[in-house]
């Protein structure tokens, strides 16, 4: 069975702009978070999303927001990029809600100039 | 106080060692336990995955939940320079969120 797929791995943006991540889960789940990992503040929450409806949020701003489609695939978006949101951004996924293992991708590492 | 709680290590220690990995939590109603390895350049790998107290073994690797102190561990026997990686405890918010450890970085040398 595949893994969790993320794209693009590297993107490099300036600040004000915005980007635009991808991830698709493993094959039958429907569960998929995102999270950014920093070396300051480590692995935080973004959010997360079961059937194209997010269930839950953490501590960032409204420029990141998400969405997830039909097939369980999800993008994570962040506008007005700035310099702290240089990161890694990880995505992962598990079967359903409920205390299911989650597993991850190998991120996207997003460098801001 | 941070709801968990890592040695930041890093830990360097000689092959064959046993190597021992901790973490605290604060919050007794977490139940769900688990433990990634990270490599560098490479998303979080499941190593572990718990929710009661005791020990569970998978291989070289033996998890370590001890509920009454709030407190688990990893064990990692006969260790192997491939086992050099950064490892995160975790748990599992009961929102189905995780919350990280800071990550122990350990280095197994020949």
């Known amino acids: 069975k595949a893994g969790v797929t993320q794209t693009p791995r590297y993107l490099i943006k300036t600040r004000g702009q915005q980007v635009t991540l991808s991830c698709s889960p493993i094959s039958g789940h429907r569960s998929v978070s995102w999270y950014q990992q920093t070396p300051g503040q480590g692995l935080q929450f973004l959010f997360e999303?079961?059937?194209?409806?997010?269930?839950n949020k953490g501590n960032f701003p409204g420029r990141f927001s998400g969405r997830q489609f039909s097939n369980s695939r999800s993008e994570m978006n962040v506008s007005t990029l700035e310099l702290g949101d240089s990161a890694l951004y990880l995505c992962?996924?598990?079967?359903?809600?409920?205390?299911?293992?989650?597993?991850f991708g190998d991120g996207t590492r997003l460098s801001i100039l | 106080q941070k709801e968990v709680e890592q040695d930041p290590g890093p830990l360097s220690v000689p092959e064959g060692a046993i190597v021992s990995l901790n973490c605290t939590y604060s919050?007794?109603?977490?139940?769900?336990f688990m433990w990634y390895r990270q490599y560098s350049r490479k998303g979080p790998e499941l190593l572990m995955y718990t929710y009661s107290s005791g020990n569970k073994e998978d291989g070289r690797f033996t998890a370590q939940v001890d509920k009454s102190s709030k407190y688990i561990s990893l064990f990692i026997r006969d260790s192997q320079p491939s086992d050099s990686a950064t490892y995160l405890c975790a748990i599992l918010h009961n929102t189905d969120k995780l919350i990280f450890g800071t990550g122990t970085r350990l280095q197994v040398f020949p």
């Open positions: 919050n007794s109603a977490f139940q769900y």
């Open positions: 992962a996924s598990s079967e359903g809600t409920g205390n299911q293992p989650q597993h």
């Open positions: 999303y079961f059937s194209e409806t997010q269930r």
